[in-house]
């Protein structure tokens, strides 16, 4: 089982649905092939603090089922300067650690990869962010749970949209990224999409709601990242409430809703996959590494590739959502 005898596992970043799962995963795998295991609390704030505690099979019994972390998680300046890493490698070699699984998205693998630059001790990376933004994977944990959650909100907007004669800007997470708004306008059918990776997008917008109008629609429901370059969805409703005086226009901003609530099937399913491929790379003695899952099967993807890389959204589904959309 090469060097590793004991691993630590973190969660960093924000949270995202299924990170107890894989947290569970991690632990039992490891118990499985007789390896301790060290939870560090507060991401890498715990990490040079030394904020480790036990973990045991029983400790994550009763969690699969459970949203956010148990872990907690933090940002850490401290741990992007030289000192505050020097201090988090004597932490774990105090406690005699020798080997990190990372639960986080790419600030966390950046992180993660310096350290393994400077430090011998090998860290682990599994893709955990509801953003689904991170290169060399099909999936990061989250994301399913994320996509339901607004999809389940957009519906019951959309309720209230047609009894009221209403248009509605929904704007969503995706500072970057517009897979949770491209995802969701599809599937709730979104009049227009707007996302970071189209540009001059909002010029389309009267376009798509004069067509509805054509039919005569009740309701408009517009899908808004908030990353979207026109400055999210108060700002583009601003812009447009005077072309359109027959609607009731109203803005919806998601937030951190989006982030909570119980994991999908889908989330639970695959974040226990990753957390189980996670403890094998480390006694295989893979290090600086993601594992990620493409086309339906575990890759190890290398943390200078999944951070420095940029993911796409598919651009046949924002033809297909565009053409939905007439």
């Known amino acids: 089982m090469g060097k590793v005898k004991k691993i630590g596992v973190l969660t960093s970043g924000g949270d995202a649905p299924g990170m107890n799962a894989a947290i569970r995963a991690v632990v039992r ?3 499985y092939n007789g390896l301790e295991v060290a939870g560090i609390r507060l991401g890498y704030q715990g990490m040079i603090d030394a904020n480790f505690q036990k973990l045991e099979s029983s400790s994550v019994s009763d969690i699969i089922q459970r949203g956010g972390t148990i872990l907690k998680t933090a940002r850490c300046e401290e741990f992007k300067t030289t000192e505050g890493r020097a201090k988090a490698y004597n932490n774990l070699k105090e406690a005699q650690i020798d080997g990190v699984v990372v639960i986080g998205g790419d600030g966390s693998f950046t992180g993660a990869r310096i350290f393994n630059e400077e430090y ?3 860290f682990v990376g599994i893709p955990g962010t509801i953003d689904n933004d991170i290169y060399g994977t099909d999936y990061t944990i989250g994301y399913d749970t994320a996509l339901n959650t607004v999809v389940e909100a957009v519906d019951k907007i959309r309720d209230t949209a047609s009894a009221h004669n209403r248009m509605f800007f929904v704007e969503v997470m995706g500072a970057e990224a517009g897979f949770i708004a491209l995802y969701s306008g599809i599937a709730t059918g979104a009049e227009a999409i707007l996302i970071p990776e189209t ?3 909002s ?11 054509t039919r005569r629609k009740s309701s408009n429901i517009i899908i808004v990242a908030e990353g979207d370059e026109e400055g999210g969805a ?7 409430k005077n072309d359109f005086p027959e609607y009731d226009i109203r803005v919806s901003v998601l937030g951190h809703l989006q982030r909570g609530g119980s994991p999908s099937a889908m989330d639970r399913v695959n974040a226990s996959r990753l957390g189980r491929a996670a403890v094998e790379a480390l006694i295989d003695d893979q290090k600086s590494v993601m594992v990620g899952i493409f086309n339906g099967e575990i890759t190890l993807v290398p943390f200078r590739r999944a951070v420095k890389l940029h993911k796409d959204v598919n651009h046949n589904l924002v033809e297909l959502a565009r053409i939905l959309s007439v």
């Open 199 to 201: 540009k001059g997008e």
């Open 203 to 213: 010029r389309d917008i009267k376009k798509l709601i004069e067509q509805g109008n």
């Open 120 to 122: 011998d001790i090998p």
């Open 234 to 240: 108060f700002a583009i409703a601003e812009k447009v």
């Open 29 to 31: 795998t490891a118990t």
